[in-house]
């Protein structure tokens, strides 16, 4: 079974521009969650989907978003880059998105914004 | 607030001793408590966790974790290392909503 694949892997992009990222899930999981990680800050939550709803969301501004597709791929956001988005951003899919359900991360994309 | 800790940024050991990474958390309720690991340039990749019953478990690479609830911690084992078990090791617990919380890793270092 095929993991979980990012696109891009990696992204130079500048500030105020914008930016999406796509996360192809394993077949049959019907969750994504988005994390962005970072050397000072660790893993931090952005978002889940679900059955294409948004069910979770992290404490990120508004500039951060996302959404799910009938066919679960995720797609997420960042719109007006800052030089503080630079980061590596994974995606994780899971069956259902419950607490026990253990969460399948894909490579990442590292953003590099300048 | 709610909280995973994971004290040490480094731990260092020798290629066939045993190796310990901790975690101890601070959330309400009963936890669900797992162990990832990334290594360079790749997604995190599970190795164990523990939702209830014994203790101990038992996951992925011959990594073992203790569950103990008196002292709120869920030590990540291994009886012998080896030098490609050098990683970032990251442990999350649920919280009392059911999310996860993620301590901030620990980079392990095997030396040959």
């Known amino acids: ?114 | 607030a709610q909280s995973v800790a994971q004290p040490e940024d480094q731990v260092n050991v020798a290629e066939g001793n045993p190796l310990t990474v901790k975690c101890t958390y601070s959330v309400s309720g009963n936890p669900y408590l797992f162990w990832y690991v990334q290594y360079p340039n790749r997604g995190l990749q599970f190795l164990l966790k523990y939702i209830t019953g014994d203790n101990l478990v038992k996951g992925s690479y011959g990594f073992e974790a203790e569950f103990n609830k008196s002292q709120t911690s869920f030590h990540l084992k291994k009886p012998s290392a080896l030098v490609s078990d050098s990683a970032l090791y990251f442990c999350a617990a649920t919280d009392s909503n059911y999310q996860l919380i993620w301590g901030a890793g620990t980079k392990l270092i095997i030396k040959p």
């Open chain 1, 1 to 114: 079974k095929a993991g979980v694949t990012q696109t891009p892997r990696y992204l130079i992009k500048t500030r105020g521009q914008q930016v999406t990222l796509s996360c192809s899930p394993i077949s049959g999981h019907r969750s994504v969650s988005w994390y962005q990680q970072t050397p000072g800050q660790g893993l931090q939550f952005l978002f889940e989907y679900f059955s294409e709803t948004q069910r979770n969301k992290g404490n990120f501004p508004g500039r951060f978003s996302g959404r799910q597709f009938s066919n679960s791929r995720s797609e997420m956001n960042v719109s007006t880059l800052e030089l503080g988005d630079s980061a590596l951003y994974l995606c994780a899919s899971s069956l259902s998105g419950t607490s026990t359900d253990t969460q399948y991360f894909g490579p990442g994309t590292r953003l590099t914004v300048l």
